[in-house]
């Protein structure tokens, strides 16, 4: 008989070792779906009844290519400000599970989320869920557990047909849109966008920071009936003056009607994370925030101050500097063309007298080339980690596609690479981090997967 959970049918008893077990919990909801990505929303708007949840009375909606993680801190840190209650669901996880689903910035606890676990696995009646919707269903439970005000969730893959659809919402906050995902979201950028914009709700609110927004996203804005506000038409956020001169602070403005007065030109912000990419993130950002202030009650002055709360591990993010006379190490979960562009130019911008090592593992339906052509004239050695899973591949797979990549005549000419294969990213890391020298620099990228192994070694070991 269950008396771990008075909630739960007393004779629901066949899980009951699993209760207070995190760990087994997720190897069990890794093996309910014989697919890890099978998009729709019918299973669990099925469950999601089971269940009898109910959301927030406020929901946004971040959608898009690179960026998601970013903006929905961003915006976590300005709610909190405001005395708001949030709720907010990222994913993949780095290290622990718990990084997904946060009460106020804080990770669920290992308790809650069996519990809620339990729930979900009575409630789907033998349903087959895949492991990002039972995540996607903890998620809403452990909010509605918690009584939040508002919930910021982050679309998984595409839209249409991401879990984080089957919830309404106030307003969608579409980030930059680049080539991704194409097995399951279209080959070209205005059809993955085209998947993306199905979150976009009748008569919604859609923010789109990309400067380029595709025509696909108008096209299914017009069908919604919905109001579109869109980067360099509608708003602009610009760099006030040189970052010596006036510590890179940026100013925000927009005369869109919808956008209320004392929102309409916002001095000295500052992007609370590294990257020239982070300003048209926070531009999408004040967006929101200005077209739902009426709703929610947040001011200019939450929006300045909030953003400092804002915390986002690994998006050029700097683990270690020189002050040591060790190597720098720079972590990012740069793993498509686009965000590998961004990185480039930020390891670019930073000076560094010595070598550039890099670290990196590469899941098996990404386009590796990709990734590595933007990195090239950065790197001068390459540490090719092998990951594990459905998904990934080998370090010696990886070298496969180097050589042909090497083989192929560049158009400008770079450094050669080189390179060497290890088992996993921790023996990748500590390898560069063997050859490196004070003056040299350790670059981490390519997958969650990479970044968070070594994050969580890093953990363990200081």
């Known amino acids: 008989m269950n008396t771990a959970y008075p909630d739960l ?7 009951s070792d699993m209760y207070f077990d ?28 089971n269940l009898e949840g109910e959301c927030a009375n406020f929901t946004l909606v971040v959608a898009g290519t690179n960026g998601k993680g970013s903006c929905v801190s961003m915006l976590d840190g300005v709610f909190q400000q405001s005395g708001k209650r949030t709720g907010s669901y990222t994913s993949p996880h780095l290290v622990r599970f718990n990084e997904r689903i946060k009460i106020d910035g804080a990770e669920a606890t290992d308790e809650e989320l069996c519990q809620t676990f339990a729930r979900i696995e009575q409630a789907r009646a033998g349903i087959p869920l895949t492991y990002f919707e039972f995540g996607t269903l903890a998620a809403l439970l452990v909010f509605q557990q918690h009584k939040v005000d508002i919930t910021i969730l982050e679309v998984g893959m595409g839209g249409r047909l991401d879990a984080v659809n089957m919830v309404d919402n106030d307003l969608v906050l579409m980030t930059s849109i680049g080539v991704d995902h194409e097995q399951w ?26 400067p380029n927004i595709p025509d696909s996203v108008l096209a299914i804005s017009e069908q919604q009936n919905a109001t579109v506000i869109a980067a360099e038409r509608d708003y602009s956020i610009e760099q006030i003056a040189t970052e010596t001169e006036n510590g890179g602070r940026l100013r925000w403005k927009s005369s869109h009607a919808e956008i209320p007065q004392d929102w ?15 300003i048209a993130n926070l531009g999408g950002v004040v967006a929101a925030l200005a077209l739902t202030s009426g709703k929610t009650g947040v001011t200019v002055a939450d929006l300045t101050q909030g953003l400092s709360r804002a915390r986002l591990t690994a998006r050029c993010q700097v683990m270690a500097d020189r002050s040591n006379h060790c190597p720098e190490v720079i972590v990012d979960v740069a793993h498509n063309r686009d965000s590998a562009i961004e990185l480039a130019r930020f390891l670019d911008g930073r000076e560094c007298a010595g070598k550039t090592y890099a670290v990196i593992g590469v899941l098996a339906d990404k386009a590796l080339d990709q990734i590595i052509k933007p990195m090239m004239a950065q790197v001068d050695y390459w540490f090719l980690a092998s990951l594990s899973g459905a998904r990934g591949q080998t370090g010696e797979q990886l070298a496969d596609q180097f050589k042909q990549l090497v083989k192929r005549p560049a158009k400008h000419p770079t450094k050669h690479p080189k390179w060497v294969v290890r088992r996993n990213p921790v023996d990748a890391y500590l390898a560069a981090m063997e050859q490196a020298k004070a003056e040299d620099r350790v670059v981490i990228f390519g997958s969650f997967y990479t970044v968070g192994d070594i994050i969580n070694h890093l953990e363990q070991t200081n």
């Open 9 to 15: 049918d007393p004779d629901f008893d066949m899980y």
């Open 22 to 49: 995190l760990k087994k919990w997720l190897e069990h909801i890794q093996n309910q779906h014989w697919r890890s990505i099978d998009l729709t929303l019918d299973r669990i708007s099925r469950v999601w009844n």
């Open 185 to 210: 979201l279209g080959s070209d950028r205005e059809s993955i966008a085209a998947e993306k914009a199905g979150v976009i709700k009748r008569e919604g609110i859609v923010v789109c920071s990309d």
């Open 264 to 278: 309409r030109c916002i001095r000295s912000l500052v992007a609370p994370f590294n990257g020239n990419h982070q």
